[in-house]
């Protein structure tokens, strides 16, 4: 079946730092890769995206590019800020999204 | 602004009762997902419904548990009798057929005392 490993937190994390939160996973076919982001007391909202191979999803400076030859989907952000504290879950989707498949989670924490 | 709307935001309830808890998709979403979120498991998939019709209800304890979506806008997830573990917070998440995102309700945080 599907799986979606990343790595355990939390990260712990300066202002401005380099932030990598690694993503492997496991699916037979062609999946769809997501990176969501939990804010504290809400639901989870999409972060970014990538729907095929080599493909780069990216959205408010995170980045994270479809890798099928080591199949990954690792989330970068170049700097980060306090407000990125949250927590990060990357999931993948079949065709015809009969699953939505999540990892554990990462818990980030920026400080000032 | 569409959003998923689940209700009660919290609940909390005695051993031995019953548990309602209530999602609106967003209008023309005809997928909708039952997710349980736990510090110890993450979020774990408890049931799916597409076109109301239930697809996987394998994540779920069926002697407690019963997911339903009695017309397009509504989908339920009901506990009888409910049970200290099954603490958590419940998240529906839905998917319309021209989407590849799934949107999340702000979940429903249950203790069971």
């Known amino acids: 079946g599907n799986s979606v490993t990343q790595m355990e937190g939390p990260v712990t994390l300066s202002e401005e730092a380099f932030l990598t939160i690694n993503c492997t996973y496991t699916?037979?076919?062609?999946?769809?890769l997501f990176w969501y982001v939990q804010y504290p007391g809400e639901g989870l909202q999409l972060l970014l995206k990538a729907t095929k191979a080599d493909d780069k999803g990216s959205n408010k400076g995170f980045e994270a590019t479809y890798r099928k030859e080591t199949t990954s989907f690792h989330l970068e952000k170049g700097s980060v800020q306090v407000s990125d504290s949250a927590v990060y879950f990357c999931?993948?989707?079949?065709?015809?999204?009969?699953?939505?498949?999540f990892g554990k989670g990462t818990m980030l924490l920026v400080s000032p | 602004d569409a959003r998923v709307t689940q209700t009660p935001r919290h609940k909390v309830t005695e051993m031995g009762q019953e548990v309602t808890m209530r999602c609106q998709p967003i209008?023309?979403?005809?997928?909708v997902f039952w997710y349980r979120q736990t510090m110890m498991q993450g979020l774990e998939l408890l049931a799916y419904?597409?076109?109301?019709?239930?697809?996987?209800d394998s994540g779920m304890p069926k002697d407690r548990f019963s997911a339903e979506m009695p017309d397009a806008t509504l989908a339920t997830l009901k506990i009888q009798p409910s049970e200290p573990r099954d603490s958590a917070v419940y998240f529906c998440?839905?998917?319309?057929?021209?989407?590849?995102?799934?949107?999340f309700g702000q979940g429903t945080r249950l203790t069971v005392v």
């Open positions: 419904f597409r076109n109301r019709a239930p697809l996987d």
């Open positions: 699916a037979t076919g062609y999946p769809s």
């Open positions: 209008l023309g979403h005809n997928t």
């Open positions: 999931a993948l989707s079949d065709s015809g999204y009969s699953t939505l498949t």
């Open positions: 998440a839905t998917i319309g057929d021209t989407n590849t995102e799934a949107f």
